[in-house]
């Protein structure tokens, strides 16, 4: 279990950019694939992106091309910079490791405006 701290969220307008970072605390995330995950009202959380340890990257096709994951292992931080945002990407978000999480945080609301 790594105790991790979101952060970055935030109110945007539709087009507006946010970077996210998810900090670890008392330990860290080396040898584990890291994900940003999030959740809508009403909706069941999903994975948007993830990176491995050594760096390598997905994304969900709703993300891909204006999302992008990467860490910085020397800070023990997983950032999420997010470029042209949708209202669909309204959420809160959540930093977690893939595949097997561990205890889900407070997350970081994220509000895009139309």
């Known amino acids: 279990q790594v105790q991790r701290v979101e952060s970055g969220g935030g109110l945007v307008q539709t087009g507006g950019s946010l970077r996210l970072s998810c900090a670890a605390s008392?330990?860290?995330?080396?040898?584990?694939?890291i994900g940003w995950y999030r959740q809508a009202p009403g909706k069941q959380r999903e994975l948007v992106a993830r990176?491995?340890?050594?760096?390598?990257?997905a994304y969900a096709d709703s993300v891909k091309g204006r999302f992008t994951i990467s860490r910085d292992n020397n800070k023990n931080t997983v950032y999420l910079q997010m470029n042209s945002l949708k209202p669909e990407d309204t959420a809160v978000y959540y930093c977690?490791?893939?595949?097997?999480?561990?205890?889900w945080g407070r997350g970081t609301q994220v509000t895009v405006s139309s």
């Open positions: 977690n490791r893939y595949p097997i999480y561990w205890t």
């Open positions: 008392g330990s860290t995330f080396s040898g584990n694939t």
């Open positions: 990176i491995n340890s050594g760096g390598s990257t």
